[in-house]
């Protein structure tokens, strides 16, 4: 099984902040895909084929990475962009997630 | 549009089974792998196994095995699954997520299951 292990757990930004927020994987993966999860909503893709934003997400999103290393980044954050963020991997079954990184607004 | 509309609230008993569905619209639903995720209370995502509707051909983590069983019915575009003996571990929200060109592209509600006597 692989383990995508995120880091940080948890960080705060303020706004116009940069964030970024890396996974790294217990063996190489060919994509990273992250998702974005609201207190109480679905999780949504949000970035797929390690680079590609999913139709509606904001050009200030940007991911990034190979092999077993991986990013997601904020160019500049925004009020809106406060979530959990969950990096999967789809290169072995099990399917596997990463355990979340909760960003908050500073 | 494509929706994926789950059932409701579950409250079981432990022992006992309990079967969730997962109805899909606005595509066509034999020729899209469905998952199923698990998230328990303040827990990450855990990724239970995925049917092709279209063959009922399924594959599940080996940590579900015996636990989840999935099934779909193609006249209601309806997905299933059904979980036994269930015990408090298994309280959680239920996902079912169509795969397309990726494996989570859409997401239903999520359906609560609490397990308690």
């Known amino acids: 099984e692989i383990v995508l292990t995120q880091s940080p757990t948890t960080i705060a930004a303020s706004p116009g902040e940069k964030v970024t927020i890396t996974c790294r994987a217990s063996?190489?993966?060919?994509?990273m895909y992250w998702y974005q999860q609201k207190s109480g909503a679905s999780p949504k893709l949000w970035i797929y084929?390690?680079?590609k934003l999913a139709s509606g997400v904001p050009n200030r999103f940007s991911g990034s990475g190979s092999g077993t290393s991986y990013s997601l980044t904020i160019n500049t954050m925004e009020t809106e962009d406060a979530a959990t963020y969950y990096c999967?991997?789809?290169?072995?079954?099990?399917?596997?997630f990463g355990s979340g990184t909760k960003l908050e607004i500073k | 549009q494509v929706q994926l509309q789950q059932s409701g609230t579950e409250l079981v008993k432990p022992a006992s089974s309990v079967k969730i569905s997962c109805k899909a619209s606005?595509?066509?639903?034999?020729?899209?792998?469905m998952h199923w995720i698990r998230q328990q209370p303040g827990n990450g995502l855990e990724w239970i196994g995925w049917i092709y509707p279209g063959n009922g051909n399924t594959k599940y983590n080996q940590k579900f095995d015996g636990k989840a069983t999935l099934t779909a019915d193609k006249s209601s575009s309806t997905a299933y699954m059904q979980l036994s003996s269930l015990t408090s571990e298994d309280s959680a929200v239920y996902f079912c997520a169509r795969q397309w060109g990726t494996p989570f592209a859409y997401w239903g509600q999520g359906t609560l299951v609490t397990v308690s006597s």
């Open positions: 999967q991997q789809w290169s072995s079954t099990p399917l596997t």
């Open positions: 084929d390690t680079s």
């Open positions: 063996s190489s993966v060919s994509y």
């Open positions: 606005g595509y066509t639903f034999t020729s899209n792998y």
